[in-house]
């Protein structure tokens, strides 16, 4: 389980030092930084597939997605009898991101190339440190990989240190590059968790949404991020998941109402929506859109195949607020089977997961000149990290 997450120089996350618990509501006002730490959540994934550069273009290029305030803010700044002025920076630019937890962490220091006269890539974010280590801290005798450059160090079975004999280009991570399982087994754990780890945002329910789309249908243990596998993923949870759970859901939401997945003689899926008062089910053609969202998150968090860590971003969105006891009630069963991660602006249903499940732990985020801080957070409250050196 991971029990700290730690971004530096991130969009308004400066340098927040998060901790964890098996399942963590994240709160706030809207601009307190809480779609920053989603979206960092997500870099740390990508990295495991090589797709943090690619992730960062999409957002701009690293210059756009760096803290935009100073290292430092003044006495007279912070009391508000100056204006913030630019000072000559003290450590060179780079975003970093890193988790830890009870067996593993890892640490990614991302930062702006040498420029090259004959290069048109002197934008493109190089991977200036990265390491893996045992145990929750960070310290010199945890280190099981190290690479700074194109080479990476790896603990031998004597416990000292050996040189990878493959470079590593300067904007891949070591942990897409490097495949040998009996050389650093722990590399291709930490690899594995971070590839496992699933996120949700906003789904679509208009007109056009895959979700209202038929499909052929296969076993689809994990609802696709678009939700175009709807119809097949909640089949999949009936026949080889919890079905009872399920049930619950939509009886929790639409007392009354079941729902059924039919599939066509050519392999096509729909789904049959059946309501108390109707003489024929409705399709997900015909689904209001709240409707729609919400067996889409109904899908999601039964899945016959619960991730590492899982990671909700404003679930809520576009739902009636009677739906929201449902909503949360469905994540707390999702939170009985791994750790999970929730992003939400609504009160409603922060009250509503707290009554719940009482191992909910609520984190409030808040901006404090411009950098996102957790509230009640002193330095001595934030948990043990260390970010290795360039």
């Known amino acids: 389980m991971l029990t700290t997450v730690a971004v530096r120089n991130y969009r308004s996350l400066r340098d927040l030092v998060l901790p964890l618990s098996g399942f963590t509501v994240v709160t706030g006002a809207n601009g307190s930084g809480k779609s920053n730490l989603y979206r960092a959540l997500r870099l740390l994934a990508d990295a495991a597939r090589n797709g943090a550069v690619a992730a960062l273009a999409r957002e701009g290029g690293l210059p756009s997605t760096l803290w935009a305030g100073p290292e430092v803010h003044g006495r007279a700044v912070r009391e508000g009898r100056a204006p913030v002025q630019p000072v000559r920076r003290s450590e060179p630019v780079g975003l970093r991101l890193g988790f830890a937890g009870d067996e593993f962490g890892y640490a990614l220091d991302l930062?702006?190339?040498?420029?090259?006269?004959?290069?048109?890539?002197?934008?493109?974010?190089?991977?200036?440190?990265?390491?893996?280590?045992?145990?929750?801290v960070l310290r010199p005798a945890t280190l099981v990989a190290d690479r700074a450059g194109p080479r990476m160090l790896r603990r031998d079975e004597s416990g000292g240190w050996a040189q990878d004999a493959h470079p590593i280009g300067p904007t891949d991570s070591m942990l897409s590059q490097f495949a040998d399982p009996r050389a650093c087994p722990e590399l291709?754990?930490?690899?594995?968790?971070?590839?496992?780890?699933?996120?949700?945002?906003?789904?679509?329910?208009?007109?056009?949404?895959?979700?209202?789309?038929?499909?052929?249908?296969?076993?689809?243990?994990?609802?696709?991020?678009?939700?175009?596998?709807?119809?097949?993923?909640?089949?999949?949870?009936?026949?080889?998941?919890?079905?009872?759970?399920?049930g619950t859901a939509i009886d929790n939401a639409f007392p009354g109402s079941r729902?059924?997945?039919?599939?066509?003689?050519?392999?096509?899926?729909?789904?049959?929506?059946?309501?108390?008062?109707?003489?024929?089910?409705?399709?997900?053609?015909?689904?209001?859109?709240?409707?729609?969202?919400?067996?889409l998150w109904v899908a999601a968090l039964l899945s016959p195949r619960p991730p590492e860590l899982l990671v909700l971003n404003e679930p809520e969105t576009s739902l009636h607020p009677d739906l929201v006891p449902a909503l949360a009630a469905?994540?707390?069963?999702?939170?009985?089977?791994?750790?999970?991660?929730?992003?939400?602006?609504?009160?409603?249903?922060?009250?509503?997961?707290?009554a719940v499940a009482e191992d909910a732990t609520p984190v409030e985020l808040v901006k404090e000149l411009g950098a996102t801080q957790v509230v009640g957070q002193g330095r001595l409250d934030r948990p043990s990290w260390q970010w290795p050196k360039r």
């Open 259 to 295: 729902l059924e997945v039919f599939a066509a003689d050519d392999g096509r899926f729909d789904l049959r929506f059946h309501q108390h008062g109707l003489l024929r089910p409705l399709g997900a053609a015909e689904l209001s859109d709240g409707t729609l969202r919400y067996l």
């Open 111 to 136: 930062g702006l190339p040498v420029p090259e006269d004959e290069s048109e890539f002197n934008l493109d974010p190089e991977v200036k440190r990265e390491c893996v280590w045992r145990g929750p």
């Open 330 to 354: 469905l994540i707390a069963t999702a939170a009985e089977r791994t750790q999970l991660v929730v992003v939400s602006h609504s009160e409603l249903l922060v009250r509503a997961v707290t």
């Open 188 to 246: 291709l754990i930490v690899r594995e968790r971070l590839r496992s780890w699933r996120f949700y945002d906003h789904f679509r329910t208009d007109a056009d949404a895959p979700a209202r789309q038929s499909r052929i249908g296969t076993r689809t243990p994990v609802l696709d991020h678009d939700g175009g596998d709807l119809a097949p993923a909640l089949r999949t949870i009936q026949e080889f998941g919890d079905g009872a759970a399920l």
